[in-house]
């Protein structure tokens, strides 16, 4: 398990109440029988949980004692429209509205909407929402502008007295992407899930596709370990097999339109699991996946000309195979799709593998009755650790880990901001983060991973409980504090990216413009001196060969950029997560 590292001192029960200055877990003020009532009625609805009925109603009256100043106000919170969000806005911001008196709104809206809003709220200095669940990608940016309220702070000052002292912070597995440099901890994890590589597992079991894939390409058909092998088992599927149980099958699944969501794909670690950037956990030092270059906490480059790799040969070979294989080996229709439209469509059945896979469609993708779940309600599919390009090397990070994260800012009304605090933590609590954790699979604690509700589901969910139990999920990280402005620096990599995918101009040319972009972006708020903490302190330009000559990212361009193709067995590969445990 990952471990949080800064200067927090756990939150245990005692502690939050010498903070509050009382000498148990009560408070001044008793809830009452009547709202006792209403709590116990939702006992139902919060099952399975890792408390007892009676941890769990202790836990719902200091939400409803802590809630009672607060009673009848009106909050609004937004969050992405993922399962785990419309659990939260359909069924516990209703509950937690009727327990404790608080008027919860929770909208939900696409991720670039919810980017977009909370931009707005930054630069107006104006409310939109009481509280945000964003992605802790942002972390660098709310490090450095100093207009989110650090959590840490908040818990032991303003906010201690609507600080639960059930919250339990050791228990919480995301922890360090929440931590921005000096230690504190901006957000709270509230979901979080892992793209991996989701492949048809009875289909690679079958004994004629295992002769006929290593008579043709010489290896044995399996789970792929390198991009070679991926690109030969999508060309094995959608060209010498072509149809399966009088269905067209392909060999590959992506998108391709113009949309913000393309964004999304590469620099949620598309040029790291290409072997873009350095070694080092969690993101590369110093230059991370987004291809940018850190020199003690500052950015200084993109562009390979200032030790960036934006548009070094690693990052311009990732979106070349990305176009290569959207358009031989995907069905033609996903090149006109968005990360929403292309996410159901391997649960269809006409998908043999996906080499970026987010793991928050594992609920529908498990759901029964769907071409690719048994008539017992196992999966026919498995997902497994997605493959590295020839670029990539042992020490990088392996994947991408989406934290989305509750999110306050400094601005906000100090007693909306606690009543929002309130909610957050509720969602959160271990009270119905079980729960919540079987209807949206997007786990944020080590106590629901480890239940035995969870173990009894595993065999059902394709590898997801085995590969949330390693350690080995350490290696999936998210966007980290090397990025100084996420919303201005995201929205130059989508409309970059599909003016390749659309064929306008060129792999390299795309990501020159890129780069020459994301650099003029932090050249002005190096200017600008709108971040007094870790804010870009641009390199000199040199030549691309005098970076390409030093160690690390950027890294020179191969001879070879297709070895020879390697997989593995799954049953090995998930013994060893099991082993690992």
């Given amino acids: 398990m990952k471990q949080h590292k800064s200067a927090m001192q756990p939150w245990t029960a005692l502690a939050v109440a010498a903070a509050l200055g009382v000498g148990g877990l009560g408070s001044a003020h008793a809830a009452t029988d009547a709202q006792m009532a209403v709590a116990e009625q939702y006992l139902d609805e919060f099952q399975p949980s890792t408390l007892t009925r009676e941890e769990q109603l202790e836990q719902l009256e200091w939400f409803i004692d802590a809630a009672e100043e607060f009673r009848g106000m009106d909050v609004s919170v937004v969050s992405e429209t993922i399962p785990t969000h419309e659990y939260e806005a359909s069924v516990l911001a209703p509950a937690f509205s009727e327990i404790t008196g608080i008027n919860v709104t929770h909208d939900l809206i696409g991720e670039g909407d919810v980017i977009e809003a909370l931009q707005t709220e930054m630069q107006s200095g104006e409310s939109i929402y009481d509280g945000y669940v964003n992605d802790a990608d942002l972390i660098g940016t709310h490090y450095r502008y100093g207009q989110v309220i650090p ?41 979080q899930f892992a793209n991996l590589y989701w492949f048809r597992y009875d289909w690679f079991q079958r004994e004629d596709l295992q002769a006929q894939f290593e008579d043709i390409y010489g290896y044995e058909l399996g789970v792929p370990t390198n991009w070679s092998a991926y690109e030969d088992i999508a060309e094995f599927f959608t060209e010498h097999v072509g149809e399966l149980d009088g269905r067209t099958v392909y060999g590959h699944m992506d998108y391709g339109k113009k949309d913000p969501s393309l964004g999304w794909r590469f620099t949620d670690a598309w040029l790291s699991m290409a072997g873009a950037g350095d070694t080092g956990l969690p993101n590369g030092h110093p230059v991370d996946e987004w291809g940018i270059r850190v020199e003690d906490c500052h950015p200084v480059g993109s562009d390979v000309t200032r030790g960036g790799a934006v548009n070094g040969p690693a990052a311009v070979y990732a979106l070349t195979k990305y176009i290569d294989w959207l358009d031989a080996y995907a069905p033609p229709e996903a090149a006109g799709m968005t990360f929403s439209e292309a996410g159901p469509v391997p649960a269809q059945g006409q998908i043999a593998q996906q080499i970026f896979w987010y793991t928050a469609f594992t609920a529908p993708m498990a759901a029964e009755g769907t071409p690719v779940v048994n008539a017992d309600g196992t999966p026919k599919w498995r997902m497994a650790p997605s493959p590295h390009g020839p670029y990539w090397e042992e020490g990088m990070k392996v994947g991408y880990q989406d934290i989305g ?44 991973i480890m239940s035995e509700s969870m173990t009894e589901r595993a065999p059902k969910l394709g590898g997801l409980v085995e590969f949330y139990r390693s350690p080995d999920r350490a290696l999936w990280t998210d966007t ?25 101009v060129t792999p390299q040319a795309a990501m020159d413009n890129l780069a020459q972009e994301q650099d003029r972006v932090m050249e002005r708020l190096e200017r600008a001196g709108v971040q007094d903490r870790c804010g870009p302190r641009m390199n000199e330009e040199r030549s691309a060969e005098y970076w390409f000559d030093q160690p690390g990212a950027p890294k020179p361009p191969l001879d070879n950029e297709k070895p020879q193709g390697k997989t593995v067995p799954y049953d090995e590969l998930v013994a060893g997560w099991r082993a690992s445990m």
């Fill in 480 to 504: 980290g504090t090397n990025v100084p402005d996420y919303p201005r620096l995201a929205q130059l990599w989508w409309s970059n990216v599909a003016a390749a995918v659309t064929g306008e």
């Fill in 151 to 191: 959590l840490s702070d908040y818990m032991e000052g303003e906010g201690a007295d609507v600080t639960s002292p059930y919250l339990d912070l050791d228990d919480f597995i995301g922890l360090d992407a929440v931590t921005a440099p000096d230690g504190k901890m901006y957000q709270l994890p509230d979901q």
């Fill in 405 to 448: 994260s509750w999110t306050f800012f400094e601005h906000a009304d100090p007693d909306r901001r606690k009543a929002a605090w309130l909610y957050a933590q509720f969602v959160t609590s271990k009270v119905v983060s079980l729960k919540k954790l079987h209807e949206g699979l997007t786990p944020i604690r080590q106590s629901d």
